[in-house]
């Protein structure tokens, strides 16, 4: 059975088609989906999904993206939202300054804010960094002298030494349907040496469909594909990496259980 760490199931593309697109996940063998937040005017459909859903989990959380739009959403309001019982993550968040969609000081409050309510809750971190190694890592050092908190990069595409930066201070790597790309040769090597018991996959859906769904609209079911390419890589049996990686997500998002 292997988990889809982050998906976003309440999207255009998904959003339409939600009961059939659950039905296909679950016929691959796709044991849980984690639907992440991404602004907070989506923050109750996202929930709703997973109240409705057993096999459906939700996060809160403002995108580096919407940090201009959402002054007002502070650690106060991450934490109370995240204390409904199918809230298991604060996220997304972080900084992306390849867009810069919003100001990077708003991006970097906004990210720290976060980092804030899950050091509250107790639930781990969804972080988003695209062109912002530097000031990504650290934001999260900084932080981590504050006290303790774990997370995850998620769809990890930044350098290797960023990788090991991250998981020194005890963070995850989600690797997403970009590993399968023919131009993602950085990517799959530091993919192939990740250590098992720090890894998760993911599909980002609607987006970054693996291959051989190129050109298609990505789903959670696509996580199967991506794991299968990735289990080659790394030398090692499909059923050996969705087991640990199931068992990756259950450890950081303790709150499943």
């Known amino acids: 059975m292997l988990i889809d760490s982050h998906c976003h199931l309440n999207y255009k593309g998904l959003i339409e088609d939600q009961a059939n697109v659950l039905d296909r996940a679950r016929a691959r063998g796709i044991d849980l989906m984690l639907n992440i937040a991404t602004r907070e005017s989506e923050w109750d459909s996202v929930l709703d999904t997973a109240v409705r859903e057993a096999d459906v989990w939700a996060t809160v959380g403002i995108h580096p993206h919407e940090a201009d739009e959402h002054p007002h959403v502070d650690t106060a309001k991450l934490v109370q939202r995240a204390a409904h019982p199918r809230v298991v993550g604060i996220g997304e968040t972080g900084l992306d300054y390849y867009y810069d969609h919003s100001d990077r000081e708003r991006q970097q409050k906004s990210f720290r804010s976060h980092i804030a309510a899950c050091r509250e809750t107790g639930l781990p971190l969804i972080v988003h960094t695209r062109e912002a190694e530097e000031d990504t890592l650290a ?4 932080e981590m002298e504050k006290g303790p908190y774990s997370g995850v990069i998620h769809c990890f595409t930044a350098s290797g030494a960023f990788a090991d930066a991250a998981m020194d201070l005890g ?9 399968t790309f023919k131009s993602a040769k950085d990517l799959q090597e530091t993919a192939a040496r990740l250590p098992i018991d720090r890894l998760l996959v993911e599909t980002d859906s609607p987006f970054l469909a693996p291959v051989p769904h190129r050109g298609k609209s990505c789903e959670p079911a696509f996580v199967a594909d991506t794991a299968q ?23 950081l998002f303790a709150k499943v259980a």
């Open 139 to 142: 934001i999260m050092r900084d």
């Open 171 to 179: 963070f995850y790597i989600s690797i997403s349907g970009i590993v």
């Open 229 to 251: 390419f990735l289990a080659n890589l790394r030398g090692e049996s499909v059923e050996a990496l969705a087991a640990a990686t199931s068992a990756n997500f259950r450890t």
